[in-house]
């Protein structure tokens, strides 16, 4: 089918490919060579004739279908056979011409818009085919004359648009066109003053597709002229345009031009009245876009870029608002300072602003935010208050991007943010208000959480700048900025740090990628640490501020408690800080440490220590335990050597003087330490900044020899100083930056190198580290010869007062004492100091009476204090005793001459020391006698009446001596030698202290207490056998025996006898002199009635009183004082009530009316009545069920019916079977099991049986013990309850119960005593002395002395010692 029936054809696409492109009548007269059949092999292909589809287009008789479709075969072949035409034009290039001639042709004759489509298709697809640079310059040329010719250029729209698509397809032809077609160039100029919006839209696609594809390079060689007048052109009609395709080629062209310097600079400064706009039009694209405005009626000058594209921006159309956008943008990168005050000028941020405020789009946003960010670097922004206005909706619009998924929009908004924050005026404040800085830093807030490093780095950055003190609303929300704080902090957590094995592998983060994940974890925890150190900053301005530092909103009672407060910001910077920071920081500066990082991380640990002053000593130490020391002084050797990284020098200098500063108030002299801390505030100040080098040139620093040294605090002199002080305060904290041997010769070598150069004469502060420093290192050094302690024995007579160069620290003690010469002279005062340490805070100044309580309190803890460990120092100075014992007769001397509480110091530990607790030489107590025994005879002697003219000093000193002979008597252990007789010593002692306890005033009771307590220490103490002589010695001691009475009469409600000296009520003596007065009274009464030993002067005592307070007045008693009470009338008891050493008073309470009836009279002065009062007394004591009145009870039961058997059988037959008996049997068994086998109830068992007291019974009374026994177990009962029970089962086979029990019963008893196994007999000093104190001696050993080890058994030795300062009897 040829091209003659495409009349008849249906014209579809189809049909029309597979019609010959022939025409029958001209085809016959065309050479055969200009035909070929052109196509797919497979389908045999077209007959293409191209003379044929040459005259078809040139004639005029043909219809335009049937060019169309001779077109659209055309440009089929061109598609699907490329190079097929070409072999058939290139047989001749005046064909190609000509055919390129005609297609030009009909761009001017064609009017259909789709048959002139085709004919752009067919030109572009042949001329790229032929690739002819004769043919480019043909359609050139062509288009250039054919524009000369015509004076209207409104018939040029196809071919602008042909120019235009053969510039896009033929790029090189871009570059010809302007350098070699400036003609063309200028029509093309001309053609954009034509009105027609659609010419003009074509002319612009031309110069848009030009400066599309030319590039920069080729742009540069186009005329001035053409490019300035395309740039003014260009404005005017973007200010007229109305037609969508005519804008938006506009927009294009300026995008294009807006990234070239030299067409801004012409767009920027076109000329005025160059660019007009058009009143007479109104012209609206889409019924909403206006870009010229009637209304506006403002002067062509006003019409300059700025304005036109802020006009875009209120377009409303969002693609507009892009562009403008990205073209603001592009024209500020070429010069922000010079470009941004016109628009800021045309309020252009405003409207960003609000386009910000009302859309969503990922693309306007990140344009917008993009253009902002340029124009604030113009303070002309701020000071138009562009920031002010527009925060509130960028706040706003960065809340939503922080939503969107497109991460370069959420870190253009923060990096907008972060600019406003840093640039704004501190003079204009953005946030007055507290809504407003909450709102903001819930988004930085977002911002730090993002899920990308780059976008949370961003927003630590934003975080940084919101931190500035004028950014903070009033009041200081305290609560927003901690929450930014602990949102970064918590960011640490995510954060993928290089491990060693990456930093090993890539030697630095800075030599791995940029956009690696460990380099973006390096600058997030940069820009973290650049945020942190802004909120320490903030903080600490706040803090100077008292306006700010309380929020005058809140009651203040809850300042410290509000979580919305300064102290809770510092609080939680301090808490992250310790926790989260330093470790995080520690391990990213671990392999390769950054300057940059550590110097904020330094920086921020300075500002802890301005932030929380009460805390820091704990920050401190824990830091300075941690090697922080060492860890600053490595980075200031490895990256600040040879004046490299200041700012880092100066953040860890500043650092280490605060640690050592506050390291060092912990640790100051009390004397001079604001002379002593500004000593070594300035050395440190002064030196540390040169001293960068590593830890281990040290040991070379110290040992040079400096010369003349100018300055106090400067020169190599001082930087040996200051090496000193860090080497203590490092030390101290247990960071040895240097080797012990290292230092301890290298400060040696520093004292002998000041003394050589002809100064003895240390700075304080460094003679005290020095001396510290070898008290620390001695261990691992070499013993000192006699030069070098002449050397530090001179440095250190060189101070003035030891106490300010003292360390309170064993190895401080160690050292002195260590070598005689310094032990000679500083050894007192060494341990001065350590005691001293102890009780700084103890008043010193006491009064009698404080004393006096004070120690009645004490005597109440007795026995709280037994089984407490002594304190480290304690342990410490009894280490130091073992190695250097010279170290007792020091304490000793401190004891006898030093000022209380240091004197009552050094007693406590000859206590400790006495007490058994360590093991140490046997003959301890004995070398200590005599010493004591000197101390009292010289207190004796410069003192001879101790009752008057005494110094302070003996008050003081006195008790303190007789406590320590307290404990030197009990702490002598019953087998040593020296109880095998009361040597001199013992007696001397013995001989001072009753003398001394004669001649006290009675109201001195600090001395005459431990007096009296020593006293009964040694008759309590010594052997039977060796007792004569003392007991007589004391009988003979008319002084002792006053003052026994003046204590006892004191304590006694009746009159006394004239002739008795007597206290007032209100100096009644404490229960613990009383308690003592009546055990030793019980001593003597039982001693003397022993060995018959002659008295010179009695006691008076009134039995009366004595019940009466047992009757009435034993709840309001103190159960020691009852227990010595019960005591003393147990000792009277066992001798009838009848001894020399006492006269016992009676009254009518006991005895009844006279004359005395028989009972009264066998049994005066207890009497009948008294016998009952005393026995309900005492089971009243028994019910308490006090450990000590339990037994105390029933050894003074016995002794009680022991003498009433003596004295009047009857009565002990009443007391024993009486009623209230048998009631307080069912209570005490009804108390549990541990009463119930209780060895004190075993044994008021065994004397009810022994006495044939009715009140007990064989069930359920015996039988509910003997089950409980069964049910314990024989073998898991104490050996004192297991004897308590086998004299209780021997009394029930001899005694006559009621019921009698069975013959089972007797078995179980039977059993029972096997099971107990044979009697062992007991410990005694003294084989003639009774069993046990708990039960009743035969009537031959009754007026015995009671063994120690029984009396250890009642716990009451042990109580009554407690009260003289001994803390065990372990020993006894």
Same mark, same amino acid.
């Given at each position: 089918m040829s091209?003659?029936t495409?009349?008849?054809s ?8 597979s019609v010959d492109i022939?025409h029958?009548?001209f085809h016959?007269?065309?050479d055969p060579k200009w ?6 092999a ?13 005259e ?7 219809s335009s279908?049937?060019?169309?479709f ?14 097929a035409?070409?072999e058939?034009l290139?047989?001749?290039?005046r064909?190609?011409m000509r055919f ?6 009909l761009?001017?004759t064609?009017e259909?818009p ?9 030109l572009?697809?042949l001329?790229v085919?032929?690739q ?7 359609v050139?040329?062509e ?9 209207s250029v ?9 120019l235009g ?6 790029p ?5 066109l302007?350098t070699?077609?400036?003609p063309?160039?200028?029509h093309l100029c &001309?053609?954009?003053l ?16 030009l400066?599309?594809?030319a590039g ?15 740039c003014?052109?260009?404005l005017?009609t973007?200010?007229?345009a109305g ?6 080629n506009c927009?294009?062209?300026l995008?294009?031009l807006?990234q ?5 600079s ?12 058009s009143e ?10 206006v870009?010229c ?9 006003h ?8 006009q875009?921006?209120l ?5 507009l ?5 990205k ?6 990168v070429?010069s ?5 005050a ?6 252009v941020?405003?409207f960003?602003f609000?386009c ?10 990140w344009s ?11 303070s ?5 208050c562009?920031s002010?206005?527009g ?5 706003r619009s960065?809340k939503e ?5 497109n991460?370069?929009v ?12 840093e ?6 404040r ?11 830093s819930?988004a ?7 899920s990308?490093?780059?976008?949370a780095t961003q927003?630590a950055?934003?975080?940084?700048a919101?931190?500035?003190?004028n950014?903070?609303?009033?009041p200081?929300q305290?609560k927003?900025?901690e ?7 918590n960011?640490f ?5 290089p491990?060693?094995?990456h930093?090993r592998? &890539?030697g630095s983060l800075?030599r ?5 994940h460990a380099?973006?974890s390096e ?7 650049v945020?942190?150190?802004a909120a320490c ?17 809140t009651a203040p009672s ?7 407060s300064?102290e ?7 808490r992250?800080c ?16 950054s300057?940059q990082i ?5 920086s921020?640990?300075s500002s ?8 820091m000593p704990?920050?401190a130490n824990?830091l300075?335990?941690?090697g ?11 990256l ?12 860890c200098?500043?650092f ?5 500063m506050?390291l060092?108030s912990q640790s100051?002299p009390a004397?001079g330490s604001?002379?002593?801390?500004e000593?070594v505030?300035?050395?440190l100040q ?6 960068c080098c590593?830890?281990s ?8 020899v400096?010369?003349?040294?100018l300055?106090?605090?400067?020169g190599p ?8 002080i ?8 247990a960071?040895?930056?240097?080797p012990?041997q290292t230092?301890f ?9 000041v003394?050589?150069q002809?100064?003895?004469v240390?700075?304080?502060s460094?003679l005290?580290s020095a ?6 290192t001695?261990d691992?050094s070499p013993?000192?010869?006699r030069a070098p302690?002449n ?6 007579s060189?101070c003035?007062s030891?106490?300010s160069?003292?360390?309170h620290h ?11 010469e ?7 005062l060494?341990?001065e ?8 805070h103890t ?7 404080d004393a006096?309580?004070?120690?009645e309190k004490?005597?109440?803890c007795?026995?709280d204090?037994?089984?407490e ?6 342990v ?7 190695k ?16 209380a509480?240091?004197?009552?110091r ?6 400790v020391?006495l007490s058994?607790?360590?093991h140490?030489e046997?003959?301890l107590?004995a070398n200590?006698?005599?010493a004591l025994?000197?101390?009292l005879?010289?207190l004796?002697?410069e ?15 006195l ?5 320590l002979?307290c404990?030197?008597?009990?702490s002598?252990?019953p087998?040593s030698s ?13 001989y001072h202290v009753s003398?001394?306890?004669g ?6 009771t ?6 009296l307590?020593y006293?009964y220490?040694?008759?309590s103490?010594?052997?039977a ?7 007589s010695?004391?009988l003979?001691n ?10 006892l009469a004191s304590?006694s ?7 008795t000296?007597?206290l007032?009520?209100s100096?009644?003596?404490p229960?613990a ?8 009274? &019980?001593?003597?009464i039982?001693?003397?009635h022993v ?7 009695s006691?008076?005592?009134?039995l009366d ?8 007045q034993?709840?309001?008693t ?8 019960l005591?003393?009338l ?7 009530l ?9 009254g009518?309470?006991?005895v009844g009316?006279?004359p005395l009836g028989?009972?009264?009279?066998a049994?005066?002065?207890?009497g009948?009545?008294?016998a ?5 007394a005492l089971?009243?004591?028994?019910l308490?069920?006090?450990e000590?009145?339990?037994r105390?009870s ?10 009433l ?7 002990a037959?009443l007391?024993?079977?009486q009623?209230?008996s048998r009631f307080?049997l ?14 004190a109830?075993l044994r008021?068992?065994?004397?009810l049986?022994?006495?044939?007291s009715?009140a007990?019974?064989w069930e ?8 409980a026994?069964e049910?314990?177990?024989v ?7 297991a004897?308590a029970l ?5 009394q ?5 119960l009621q ?5 089972q ?7 029972m005593m ?6 062992t ?13 708990l039960y009743?001696?035969p ?7 009671t ?11 042990t109580?009554?010692?407690e ?10």
């Amino acid at each position: 089918m040829s091209c003659d029936t495409i009349d008849q054809s249906n014209g579809g696409r189809s049909n029309m490919m597979s019609v010959d492109i022939v025409h029958e009548k001209f085809h016959l007269r065309h050479d055969p060579k200009w035909s070929g059949r052109l196509g797919p092999a497979e389908g045999g292909g077209l007959l293409v004739c191209v003379a044929c589809v040459i005259e078809m287009i040139e004639s005029e008789d043909i219809s335009s279908v049937k060019k169309s479709f001779a077109l659209s075969g055309i440009s089929g072949v061109l598609k699907c056979s490329p190079g097929a035409l070409r072999e058939l034009l290139q047989q001749d290039h005046r064909v190609s011409m000509r055919f390129t001639a005609s297609l030009l042709g009909l761009l001017h004759t064609v009017e259909d818009p789709a048959t002139l489509e085709k004919v752009h298709q067919v030109l572009v697809q042949l001329l790229v085919e032929l690739q002819s640079e004769v043919l480019y310059r043909f359609v050139l040329d062509e288009i250039h004359k054919q524009l000369s010719d015509q004076l209207s250029v409104k018939a040029f729209q196809p071919t602008f648009k042909l120019l235009g698509n053969l510039v896009e397809a033929v790029p090189n032809l871009a570059h010809s066109l302007m350098t070699q077609y400036v003609p063309l160039l200028e029509h093309l100029c &001309s053609a954009l003053l034509y009105p027609d919006e659609a010419l003009k839209a074509s002319v612009l696609y031309v110069w848009l597709k030009l400066f599309g594809t030319a590039g920069g390079s080729a742009v540069q060689s186009l005329p001035i002229t053409i490019r300035d007048r395309v740039c003014i052109l260009l404005l005017q009609t973007l200010s007229n345009a109305g037609s969508p395709q005519l804008i938006d080629n506009c927009i294009g062209l300026l995008w294009l031009l807006v990234q070239l310097g030299e067409t801004v600079s012409v767009l920027m400064n076109s000329p005025e009245g160059q660019i007009m706009c058009s009143e007479d039009q109104n012209i609206h694209a889409n019924n909403s876009q206006v870009i010229c405005q009637n209304q506006e009626q403002q002067p062509p000058e006003h019409r300059h870029l700025p304005l036109i594209l802020k006009q875009l921006l209120l377009s409303g159309d969002e693609t507009l608002q892009v562009t403008s956008a990205k073209c603001i943008a592009s024209v500020l990168v070429h010069s922000p300072s010079q470009y941004s005050a016109p628009f800021i000028k045309a309020d252009v941020p405003e409207f960003l602003f609000d386009c910000l405020a009302s859309t969503s789009s990922e693309m306007l946003l990140w344009s917008a935010y993009s253009c902002l960010v340029l124009l604030t670097e113009d303070s002309l922004f701020f000071s138009q208050c562009h920031s002010v206005y527009g925060i509130e909706s960028l706040v706003r619009s960065l809340k939503e991007a922080l939503r969107l998924s497109n991460l370069e929009v959420q870190k253009q908004g923060l990096l907008l943010l972060t600019a406003i924050l840093e640039r704004q005026p501190p003079s204009v404040r953005l946030f007055p208000s507290g809504p407003g800085f909450v709102v903001v830093s819930e988004a930085v807030i977002a911002g730090v959480s993002s899920s990308c490093l780059l976008v949370a780095t961003q927003g630590a950055s934003a975080a940084s700048a919101l931190f500035r003190l004028n950014h903070q609303s009033r009041p200081v929300q305290y609560k927003e900025v901690e929450g930014l704080v602990e949102a970064i902090t918590n960011r640490f957590s995510e954060l993928p740090l290089p491990s060693p094995a990456h930093r090993r592998s &890539s030697g630095s983060l800075k030599r791995s990628g940029p956009s690696s994940h460990a380099s973006r974890s390096e600058a997030f925890l940069f820009q973290a640490l650049v945020c942190f150190q802004a909120a320490c900053r903030l903080a600490e301005e706040c803090a100077s501020e008292p306006v700010l530092k309380e929020n005058t909103f809140t009651a203040p009672s809850k300042h410290s408690r509000a979580q919305d407060s300064l102290e809770s910001l510092c609080h939680c910077l301090l808490r992250c800080c310790d926790s989260i920071w330093i470790p995080t920081i520690i391990r990213m500066c671990e392999r390769a440490p950054s300057a940059q990082i550590l110097q904020h991380f330094y920086s921020i640990l300075s500002s802890q220590f301005t932030l929380l002053p009460s805390l820091m000593p704990v920050f401190a130490n824990k830091l300075a335990s941690s090697g922080f020391y060492r860890l600053a002084l490595e980075h200031k050797g490895l990256l600040c050597v040879g004046n490299r990284n200041p700012d880092l020098n100066v953040s860890c200098c500043g650092f280490l003087l605060k640690l050592s500063m506050c390291l060092l108030s912990q640790s100051n002299p009390a004397s001079g330490s604001y002379q002593y801390a500004e000593e070594v505030e300035n050395l440190l100040q002064y030196n540390l900044p040169s001293l960068c080098c590593r830890l281990s040139d040290w040991p070379s620093l110290l040992r040079e020899v400096p010369g003349l040294q100018l300055c106090e605090y400067k020169g190599p002199r001082a930087t040996q100083y200051c090496l000193v002080i860090m080497l203590h305060l490092a030390l101290q904290q247990a960071d040895r930056l240097l080797p012990d041997q290292t230092v301890f010769s290298c400060v040696l070598w520093l004292l002998l190198s000041v003394q050589e150069q002809g100064s003895c004469v240390l700075p304080h502060s460094v003679l005290r580290s020095a001396l510290y420093l070898l008290a620390m290192t001695q261990d691992k050094s070499p013993s000192l010869d006699r030069a070098p302690l002449n050397c530090i024995t001179k440095a250190l007579s060189s101070c003035q007062s030891f106490s300010s160069l003292y360390i309170h620290h064993p190895a401080l003690l160690h050292f002195i004492c260590r070598y005689p010469e310094l032990a000679e002279k500083f050894g007192p005062l060494v341990l001065e100091l350590w005691l001293t340490k102890q009780t700084q805070h103890t008043v010193t100044g006491q009064t009698m009476t404080d004393a006096q309580e004070k120690g009645e309190k004490r005597d109440s803890c007795a026995d709280d204090r037994q089984d407490e460990e002594p304190d480290t120092e304690t342990v410490e100075l009894l280490t130091l005793i073992e190695k250097y014992p010279a170290v007792i007769l020091t304490l000793l001397d401190m004891l006898c001459t030093r000022e209380a509480p240091l004197a009552e110091r050094a007693l406590g530990v000859l206590e400790v020391l006495l007490s058994g607790q360590r093991h140490y030489e046997v003959d301890l107590c004995a070398n200590l006698r005599p010493a004591l025994l000197q101390a009292l005879q010289r207190l004796s002697v410069e003192n001879g009446g101790l009752g008057q003219g005494r110094t302070e000093q003996v008050v003081n000193s006195l008790p303190l001596v007789l406590k320590l002979l307290c404990v030197t008597q009990a702490s002598d252990p019953p087998s040593s030698s020296s109880y095998s007789n009361i040597d001199e010593v013992h007696f001397k002692l013995l001989y001072h202290v009753s003398n001394i306890a004669g001649r006290l005033k009675p109201t001195n009771t600090e001395s005459l207490l431990p007096a009296l307590r020593y006293v009964y220490c040694c008759l309590s103490l010594s052997p039977a056998h060796c007792t004569d002589r003392a007991v007589s010695m004391l009988l003979s001691n008319s002084g002792l025996m006053d003052q026994l009475q003046t204590v006892l009469a004191s304590s006694s409600s009746s009159s006394s006898s004239s002739a008795t000296p007597s206290l007032s009520p209100s100096a009644c003596p404490p229960s613990a002199l009383l308690c003592c007065s009546h055990l030793l009274m &019980s001593s003597l009464i039982t001693l003397q009635h022993v060995h018959s030993a002659q008295v010179h002067k009695s006691i008076n005592w009134s039995l009366d009183t004595a019940v009466q307070r047992l009757v009435l007045q034993k709840r309001n008693t103190d159960n020691l004082l009852l227990v010595s009470y019960l005591r003393l009338l147990q000792a009277l008891l066992d001798v009838d009530l009848t001894s020399a050493v006492v006269c016992v008073s009676t009254g009518p309470g006991l005895v009844g009316p006279r004359p005395l009836g028989v009972q009264d009279g066998a049994l005066y002065p207890l009497g009948s009545r008294g016998a009952q009062s005393l026995s309900a007394a005492l089971s009243g004591l028994l019910l308490q069920k006090h450990e000590l009145l339990l037994r105390a009870s029933v050894n003074c039961l016995s002794s009680l019916l022991g003498f009433l058997q003596r004295k009047s059988h009857i009565t002990a037959k009443l007391v024993v079977c009486q009623p209230w008996s048998r009631f307080l049997l069912y209570c005490l068994l009804s108390s549990g099991e541990s009463c119930l086998l209780h060895p004190a109830i075993l044994r008021l068992i065994t004397l009810l049986l022994q006495h044939s007291s009715t009140a007990v019974l064989w069930e359920p009374d015996l039988l509910q013990v003997m089950e409980a026994v069964e049910r314990r177990g024989v073998k898991e009962l104490s050996q004192e309850a297991a004897q308590a029970l086998r004299l209780l089962l021997t009394q029930i086979e001899s005694s006559v119960l009621q019921p009698p029990p069975t013959e089972q019963h007797k078995q179980r008893v039977r059993d029972m005593m096997e099971a107990l196994g044979p009697q062992t007999p007991a410990l005694s000093c003294n084989p003639s002395l009774p069993s046990n104190i708990l039960y009743p001696p035969p009537e031959s050993e009754t007026h015995s002395q009671t063994p120690l080890h029984y009396i250890k058994h009642t716990h009451l030795l042990t109580y009554c010692i407690e009260y003289a300062g001994i803390c065990t009897l372990a020993c006894i």
